[in-house]
């Protein structure tokens, strides 16, 4: 086995427009960021991954990226971040930017300049196509609703946009486009970061000829993952790794939209020639609608626990794992998985977390999941922020002709925004995130569920969450050992042992609302219990309560 300290880590991400705001206008920043190291401290990751931080238009909430070495106005300036930096590694912490290059905002200079005129010589930094037939070049749709192409009226010509309109298609083809990228991770590298979270770079080398893709829900559009793992991207990266990422020490994981096991073993191989890890997108995807992302359906826990193992066993020795259920793309996991009423939120909070971290690979902690925060309580849709939420309402029920009070329920349940209402501080007027007016609606929950009570109380999320990551600090099997599953067709439990030489671990968890027994193995009937969610049962009598979890290591 391959030791590597990102092997080691736990991260945590931060978004940073609802971390923390310190000057009252509503949007966190950098100086919030930097106020909070402390408590990042305290919960024990090792590792902080910022959502871009870089200027931005914000249409998408700063994956608009206008310039790369510059920061977003209202996160603060460059002397903030540089102070961050250095506290953060004063606290023990490293720092993953985002790095977000299958796309600029239309307001980067280099757009600018490409949109300009056909024989600008930026023209061929972004991918430009004459109408067919007076139409689109094909029919590719955003992931955003609509068409993937705008035609531009200056030059007549289409550009695309796999997001929204604003984030034009970087030409990846064109070497000097990543010559240019690479130049500016350089910058950033010697600025001492400590690695890049590359946002859907499984999408940056487009298929050849862009053929018309398989139509997508709704019917409208073609499926704009047709780009997914395209013919030069492990070359590009390969590029990468040779021109930046192997002359520093870092850890890098990229977004993989559409990334199969297959294609993970390339991306993220243990040779190190492309990328530490991938987040793939298997697992979130199975509480989908009938071929759209929207729906109400609780995550089922048989295939869930089918595709992790999938991963689990796949990667092992050949590739590296990244552990996620939570990021600001996806609602919050005790909504979705777990059981957010009073009587088991923080029970099934912690036991999902249990099945998480005692799996192989490095977990992701996203702000306010180690807090159990819900998914909110949206009325309207006026009430959304997200573009994705919000172009999807209207392409669906005006075009697609679904019925607004059937869409609504199921957007409401997956939306974004879901992850990206402000972290909940403590229990004062806006939960502590902001003396302002805060840009997106504060959880009503927070006066129950805020940072400052559960850091108080021994047996919170938060103290859970503490405890499960330093005892992936001190165990090497819990982060290299193997991986079995058992009970493989258990509709309530999530069972798996890890494994490694002579050592053996038990993970076990009821994630059901029904009592069930579960008769552990012999092995481990007398072994030490390395950590539990109701530390007032003995686990080994048998009985698993709904949303019990534990963890029992074989007995010497
Ligand atoms: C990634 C990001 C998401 C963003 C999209 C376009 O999926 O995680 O937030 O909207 O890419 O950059
Ligand atoms: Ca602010």
């Known amino acids: 086995m391959n030791k590597a300290w990102w092997k080691e880590s736990v991260v945590y991400q931060i978004y940073p427009r609802s971390f923390a705001d310190s000057n009252g206008d509503g949007i966190g920043d950098l100086n919030g960021i930097t106020s909070k190291l402390d408590y990042l401290?305290?919960?024990?990751?090792?590792?902080?991954?910022?959502?871009?931080?870089?200027?931005?238009?914000?249409?998408?909430?700063?994956?608009?990226?206008?310039?790369?070495e510059a920061i977003m106005k209202e996160f603060g300036t460059m002397e903030d971040y540089d102070r961050m930096l250095k506290a953060a590694h004063e606290h023990g912490i490293r720092v993953v930017m985002d790095l977000v290059v299958n796309h600029t905002s239309d307001e980067h200079k280099w757009f600018i300049e490409s949109r300009s005129s056909r024989t600008n010589p930026k023209r061929d930094y972004?991918?430009?196509?004459?109408?067919?037939?007076?139409?689109?070049?094909?029919?590719?749709?955003?992931?955003?609703?609509?068409?993937?192409?705008?035609?531009?009226?200056?030059?007549?010509?289409?550009?695309?946009?796999?997001?929204?309109?604003?984030?034009?298609?970087?030409?990846?083809s064109n070497p000097a486009v990543r010559r240019e990228v690479f130049d500016m991770m350089t910058r950033w590298c010697e600025k001492g970061i400590d690695g890049f979270r590359m946002d859907v770079i499984s999408l940056i080398s487009k298929p050849e000829g862009l053929p018309d893709a398989a139509v997508m829900g709704g019917g409208l559009?073609?499926?704009?993952?047709?780009?997914?793992?395209?013919?030069?991207?492990?070359?590009?990266?390969?590029?990468?790794?040779?021109?930046?990422?192997?002359?520093?020490?870092?850890?890098?994981v990229g977004e993989?939209?559409?990334?199969?096991?297959e294609e993970a073993k390339k991306y993220a191989n243990a040779a190190g020639t492309e990328l530490n890890m991938v987040f793939q997108f298997e697992h979130v995807g199975l509480d989908g609608g009938d071929g759209i992302k929207w729906s109400t359906k609780k995550m089922p826990l048989v295939p869930l626990k089918e595709n992790l193992s999938k991963w689990q066993n796949g990667l092992d020795g050949v590739a590296w794992n990244s552990l996620y259920f939570c990021n600001h793309d996806q609602p919050r996991i005790v909504s979705r998985l777990g059981n957010d009423s009073d009587q088991y939120r923080e029970r099934s909070a912690?036991?999902?977390?249990?099945?998480?971290?005692?799996?192989?690979?490095?977990?992701?902690?996203?702000?306010?999941?180690?807090?159990?925060?819900?998914?909110?309580?949206?009325?309207?849709?006026d009430e959304f922020n997200d573009l994705e939420s919000i172009n999807g309402y209207y392409e669906l029920t005006e075009k697609a002709g679904m019925k607004p009070e059937e869409l609504f329920p199921m957007i409401a349940h997956k939306s974004r925004d879901n992850a990206r209402t402000p972290m909940q501080w403590d229990d004062s007027d806006n939960a502590g995130f902001t003396t302002g007016k805060p840009w997106l609606a504060v959880n009503p929950n927070y006066r129950k569920?805020?940072?400052?009570?559960?850091?108080?109380?021994?047996?919170?999320?938060?103290?859970?969450?503490?405890?499960?990551?330093?005892?992936?600090?001190?165990?090497?099997?819990i982060v290299y050992g193997h991986y079995e599953l058992l009970l493989p067709d258990d509709p309530d439990l999530f069972v798996y042992r890890r494994y490694l030489d002579d050592k053996e671990l038990l993970c076990a968890a009821n994630l059901?609302?029904?009592?069930?027994?579960?008769?552990?193995?012999?092995?481990?009937?007398?072994?030490?219990?390395?950590?539990?969610?109701?530390?007032?049962?003995?686990?080994r009598d048998g009985q698993i309560a709904p949303y019990e979890a534990y963890v029992l290591l074989k007995s010497e």
């Open 41 to 68: 401290q305290k919960l024990g990751v090792d590792v902080i991954w910022l959502s871009p931080v870089y200027r931005s238009p914000n249409a998408d909430n700063g994956y608009d990226i206008s310039d790369y």
């Open 126 to 172: 972004y991918i430009w196509r004459d109408p067919v037939d007076g139409h689109e070049p094909n029919n590719w749709g955003s992931n955003f609703s609509g068409s993937a192409w705008k035609l531009d009226e200056k030059t007549g010509q289409y550009y695309l946009h796999l997001f929204a309109e604003k984030q034009p298609d970087l030409n990846w």
């Open 221 to 252: 559009y073609g499926d704009p993952n047709i780009c997914a793992n395209g013919p030069h991207v492990h070359e590009y990266l390969q590029e990468m790794r040779k021109t930046v990422l192997s002359r520093f020490d870092l850890m890098t």
């Open 256 to 261: 993989c939209a559409g990334v199969t096991l």
């Open 350 to 381: 912690k036991a999902i977390a249990t099945v998480l971290h005692m799996m192989q690979g490095t977990p992701y902690v996203y702000q306010g999941e180690e807090l159990g925060m819900t998914n909110y309580p949206w009325k309207s849709v």
């Open 449 to 477: 569920i805020n940072a400052k009570e559960q850091v108080a109380r021994p047996d919170s999320v938060f103290n859970y969450y503490r405890q499960l990551i330093s005892l992936r600090h001190s165990s090497e099997l």
């Open 512 to 539: 059901s609302e029904h009592a069930r027994t579960f008769d552990i193995p012999e092995r481990f009937r007398s072994g030490r219990v390395l950590i539990q969610n109701m530390p007032e049962h003995d686990v």
